[in-house]
Nanobody, 126 residues
Framework: QVQLVESGGGLVQAGDSLRLSCAAS????????IGWFRQAPGKEREFVARISWSGGSTYYADSVKGRFTTSRDNAKNTVYLQMSSLKPEDTAVYYC???????????????????WGQGTQVTVSS
């Protein structure tokens, strides 16, 4: 069974950058679409980005498009989320997960994912 572990979160100022990592153990991530989600206090978990198994296809939420980039290194069994021009509204716990649903669509629905990591906190101060 695959286990996902997020890392790289922290406290930064508005306009700064952070790179999150999602590392897998137990099984390879190479064959799977990986999604990034976030959850702020008192809010529902929301989609951030997803990347196909090859890295050839990515999709982003409108709120992060142009600021965030997801990539992957299958040789290292790791997926990344590069976050730039961070805003206070980006403050949340960030999660990665493996898409398990074999359906058409953007891959932005959390119900299509399983094997969630424990999350990493990102806090952006103004």
């Amino acid at each position: 069974q695959v286990q996902l572990v997020e890392s790289g979160g922290g406290l930064v100022q508005a306009g700064d950058s952070l790179r999150l990592s999602c590392a897998a153990s137990g099984r390879t991530l190479s064959y799977y679409t990986i999604g990034w989600f976030r959850q702020a206090p008192g809010k529902e978990r929301e989609f951030v980005a997803r990347i196909s198994w090859s890295g050839g296809s990515t999709y982003y939420a409108d709120s992060v498009k142009g600021r965030f980039t997801t990539s992957r290194d299958n040789a290292k069994n790791t997926v990344y989320l590069q976050m730039s021009s961070l805003k206070p509204e980006d403050t949340a716990v960030y999660y990665c997960a493996r898409r398990v649903a074999v359906v058409a669509g953007t891959g932005s629905d959390p119900s299509e994912y399983a094997y969630w990591g424990q999350g990493t906190q990102v806090t952006v101060s103004s």
